[in-house]
């Protein structure tokens, strides 16, 4: 049992759709972060929130739009995407951005028609 | 720039024997180094880190890695290998300067195959 969940677990969606990834955790972290996985892939960092408050943006499309309504949710809101988002994205949070160790959820495997 | 380099992408290993994975980094400062385990279908598990003090480092699952700075090495070992450590393995190094500040470079991946 992850600490960090996610939801949905899967999701399909075609490229003119909009849909939202979810993320919560309840350890009291104040870093968030989002990361894009394909497979036999490292994850690759697209977002962090620290304190609620978006500290780095890795030139990720906007197509991706990313939402941190409170110190224990983080959300991914999708649209337009393309068939190369395909991919697995984790979630993650640690109790600072400053190197703490990081606690991944699940993830969400999307695939786009 | 930190940088993370796992040496093999594919090991495979008997159910018993040493499991050794290779990591090395690069980094103008101390390091923070990690090294990550993921199971199909899963999350990334934080298997052990190292920061300051002791170089030998024990984690979860009987895994361990030392911290060898004159060699820029933090290799991963179990004694004895399981079924259930079949997984893909990642070390990571915090970004401790300039851009890559907070976040975790990882390396390409080592995946683990254990034989009966």
């Known amino acids: 049992d992850t600490e960090v969940t996610q939801t949905p677990k899967h999701l399909v969606m075609g490229m003119t759709n909009k849909k939202s990834l979810k993320c919560e955790q309840h350890m009291g972290h104040r870093a968030m972060y989002w990361y894009k996985q394909k497979a036999k892939k490292p994850p690759e960092l697209m977002f962090v929130y620290s304190y609620e408050k978006l500290s780095i943006n890795e030139s990720v499309p906007s197509r991706f739009s990313p939402e941190c309504p409170n110190s224990s949710l983080l959300n991914l809101h999708l649209h337009a995407l393309q068939p190369e988002d395909s991919a697995l994205y984790l979630c993650?949070?640690?109790?600072?951005?400053?190197?703490?160790?990081?606690?991944f959820g699940d993830g969400t495997r999307l695939s786009i028609l | 720039a930190q940088s993370v380099t796992q040496l093999g992408s594919h090991v495979s290993v008997s159910e018993g024997a040493l499991v050794l994975l290779r990591c090395n980094y690069s980094s103008s400062v101390p390091p923070y180094l990690f090294w990550y385990v993921q199971y199909p279908n899963q999350g990334l598990q934080l298997l052990l880190k190292y920061t300051t003090g002791a170089t030998l480092v024990k984690g979860i699952n009987g895994f361990e890695a030392e911290f060898k700075k004159s060699e820029t090495s933090f290799h991963l070992t179990k004694p004895s290998a399981h079924m259930s450590d079949a997984a893909e393995y990642f070390c990571a190094v915090g970004g401790t300067d300039g851009d890559s500040w907070g976040k975790l470079q990882f390396g390409a991946g080592t995946q683990v195959v254990v034989t009966p």
């Open positions: 993650a949070s640690s109790q600072g951005a400053e190197n703490q160790p990081q606690h």
